[in-house]
Structure formats: structure tokens, C-alpha cells
């Protein structure tokens, strides 16, 4: 089963505020309210960030929200920071034999 | 407070076999699902393995079928991953992560183990 597709990368300035798209199918982002997204800096672990499409766990900036409309969900990330520069990963729970997809990744630079 | 610790990685020759070893710790083990995620150098997340908080439900992406196997010993909070007829394409480091209910997301991740195949 194929990956979710993201952009490669993105980028804004300090203050501005971006979106990542994450496109799946209606055998996954389509079809369950399931999708993750997790921030990655370089060397690290993954970090959760929003889960069941909008939810922020504890700890995690407001200025991270998620959608979601048909088969695309998104990340927006408001008010960058340097700190916010990082991999960005979406996964989305399938009911297919892989039960979890995840994108290919997109880079966040701050300029 | 949530620990994972993973361990058993290593340098390994192509058609070899590793245990990977996650030790958990600050949590109640047995009422979480786990996974096993990997992740090639340079590349993506990849799903590779979940299993159930009692064990008795276990999933593989395809890719892996046959050749990975996960189990759990929930009197001592670990989970493994036995990886044989091991591929130059299986290098990667390999994390394990607390699921939230059943795999539809992962809140704790340890810090990964590196897999490396030599061909």
C-alpha cells in the first residue's frame, strides 16, 4: 500500500504561518477521523503532535491545529518559530493489512 | 514518567538475525498496544509491527511478513522484535512507540536502535 503523499518541503519567516497537506485515500485519511501528525528534528525521535485529526496532546503549542477534508488532512503551524524547523511526518490508521500509513515526510525550514 | 528504551542493534550480515529489546517504564505496559516503526537513513517513518496490550493481536506490513516476529513480556515491561533473514534494505533505526487505543496513533517513542545490514 502506498505512502501518504506530503509536499517535500515548505518554508516561511519568523511569524507567518504555513500549511502541510497529507493526501491519502478514502481507505484511509477518507475514511477514519485517525490522522497523526509528528514533528521530527534532526537525530531525534518522533514527537506527536496532533492526533485524531485536530487534537493537541498536552504540552504541545496551540499554535499547531489539524484539519481535514475528504481524502486531505493538514497541519497549520501559526506564528513560525526557529524552533518549529523540523521534519514534519502525517499518518492516518487503515483498515488495509499495513494498518498504519505515513507520509514521506516535508521539511519545515524557517527563513 | 513515560520511558521507552530501546537495545540490540547492531552490525549484521546479510541473512542474519537480531533481538530488539524496548524497555518500558513510568506506565501501565499491559493496557498499551505497541508498534515498531523504522526508519531508513535519509528516508521516511515506516510502520513495521504492532501488537496488542495482552499479546494476542499482532500485525506486520508486508514487507516484513515471515521474516520479523513481535512479542511482549508484560511482567517485565519489554517488548521485542526478533529480526531474521535480515536485508540490506531492513538498515534502518527502529523505534518503539506506546500506542494510543489500537495503533491509531503513537504518543511515546523511545529513542531508536540502529539495524545495519552488510551485504
Known amino acids: 500500500q502506498s505512502a501518504l503523499t506530503q509536499p517535500a518541503s515548505v518554508s516561511g519567516s519568523p511569524g507567518q504561518s504555513i500549511t502541510i497537506s497529507c493526501t491519502g485515500t478514502?481507505?484511509?485519511?477518507?475514511?477514519?477521523?485517525?490522522v497523526s501528525w509528528y514533528q521530527q528534528h534532526p537525530g531525534k525521535a518522533p514527537k506527536l503532535m496532533i492526533y485524531?485529526?485536530?487534537n493537541r496532546p498536552s504540552g504541545v503549542s496551540n499554535r499547531f491545529s489539524g484539519s481535514k477534508s475528504g481524502n486531505t488532512a493538514s497541519l497549520t503551524i501559526s506564528g513560525l518559530q526557529a524552533e518549529d524547523e523540523a521534519d514534519y511526518y502525517c499518518?492516518?490508521?487503515?483498515?488495509?493489512?499495513?494498518?498504519?500509513?505515513f507520509g514521506g515526510g516535508t521539511k519545515l525550514t524557517v527563513l | 514518567e513515560v520511558q521507552l528504551l530501546e537495545s540490540g542493534g547492531g552490525l549484521v550480515q546479510s541473512g542474519g538475525s537480531l533481538r530488539l529489546s524496548c524497555a518500558a517504564s513510568?506506565?501501565?505496559?499491559?493496557?498499551?498496544?505497541m508498534s515498531w516503526v523504522r526508519q531508513a537513513p535519509g528516508k521516511g517513518l515506516e510502520w513495521v509491527s504492532g501488537?496488542?496490550?495482552?499479546?494476542?493481536?499482532?500485525y506486520y506490513t508486508d514487507s516484513v511478513k515471515g521474516r520479523f516476529t513481535v512479542s511482549r513480556d508484560n511482567s517485565r515491561n519489554t517488548l521485542y522484535l526478533q529480526v531474521s533473514s535480515l536485508r540490506p534494505e531492513d538498515t534502518a533505526v527502529y523505534y518503539c512507540?506506546?500506542?494510543?487505543?489500537?495503533?491509531?496513533?503513537?504518543?511515546?517513542w523511545g529513542q531508536g536502535t540502529l539495524v545495519t545490514v552488510s551485504s
Open positions: 478514502s481507505s484511509d485519511v477518507g475514511d477514519y477521523n485517525y
Open positions: 485524531d485529526v485536530s
Open positions: 499518518s492516518s490508521y487503515t483498515s488495509s493489512g499495513t494498518l498504519v500509513l
Open positions: 501488537v496488542s496490550g495482552s499479546g494476542g493481536s499482532i
Open positions: 513510568g506506565f501501565t505496559f499491559s493496557a498499551y498496544a
Open positions: 512507540a506506546r500506542a494510543i487505543r489500537w495503533l491509531q496513533s503513537h504518543d511515546y
